[in-house]
């Protein structure tokens, strides 16, 4: 077991789950509204969703990258391509963080937690994503690859859960502190591309 890519793992979907996006904008926004609980309602929901896509990509992809290095070969080459698209997306994204950008209506902890899942599970990119990542970080020759992916979801899930629900917690403080530091979107945009172009590097070499 290679726990030195489990570690490059962790550091690159903590730095991807900081960076502003969709999903932690909306807890943001959510928690900033309504409360602290209805943005941790909204970030188990998209966690749960998550564990649809980790299944997904595990029994999915496992079985037929298994004993292919052609195949497994291909999706590294692909990943690392998504992975500069992205950046490249990011690039030409605004820097600046609006947080009236996301709906925010009043809604009960489960009718939230509900919106969580189903933005998740019903978002083709977040399959996509974890289709691009999961491969280049593989990291033992000896765990089945299902397990691996298994693994691998878990990490992003957990990694995720508190990054996110840290959102949720601290939402006061984050707004005060984007507001008064103008250049903080711009920073984590270029946080988000450096870890795509990063990640991408680390499958292809």
């Given at each position: 077991m290679n726990l030195e890519i489990l570690l490059s793992f962790v550091f690159a979907v903590f730095a991807l789950a900081i960076s502003p996006g969709p999903d932690n904008i909306f807890v943001l926004v959510q928690s900033l509204r309504f409360g602290k609980k209805y943005g941790l309602a909204t970030v188990l929901g998209l966690m749960t969703g998550c564990?649809?896509?980790?299944?997904?990509?595990?029994?999915?992809v496992s079985l037929l990258i298994m004993n292919n290095e052609i195949l497994f070969t291909a999706l590294k080459?692909?990943?690392a391509g998504y992975l500069l698209y992205l950046a490249f997306k990011v690039y030409q994204s605004p820097a600046e963080i609006d947080l009236n950008a996301a709906e925010?209506?009043?809604?009960?902890?489960?009718?939230?937690?509900?919106?969580?899942?189903v933005m998740n599970v019903?978002?083709?990119?977040?399959?996509?994503?974890?289709?691009?990542?999961f491969p280049?970080?593989?990291?033992?020759?000896?765990?089945?690859?299902?397990?691996?992916?298994?693994?691998?979801?878990a990490v992003f899930i957990l990694v995720s859960f508190l990054v996110f629900s840290s959102i949720a917690m601290l939402s006061a403080s984050l707004k005060v502190y984007i507001e008064r530091y103008k250049n903080a979107g711009n920073f984590l945009k270029w946080l988000?591309?450096?870890?795509?172009?990063?990640?991408?590097m680390f499958i292809l070499f």
């Open positions: 564990l649809i896509h980790t299944s997904l990509v595990a029994f999915g080459l692909f990943g925010a209506s009043p809604k009960t902890t489960f009718q939230l937690f509900q919106q969580g899942f019903l978002n083709p990119k977040v399959s996509l994503f974890f289709l691009a990542l280049g970080f593989l990291f033992s020759d000896s765990i089945p690859t299902t397990y691996q992916f298994i693994i691998l979801g988000q591309i450096m870890v795509f172009v990063g990640i991408a």
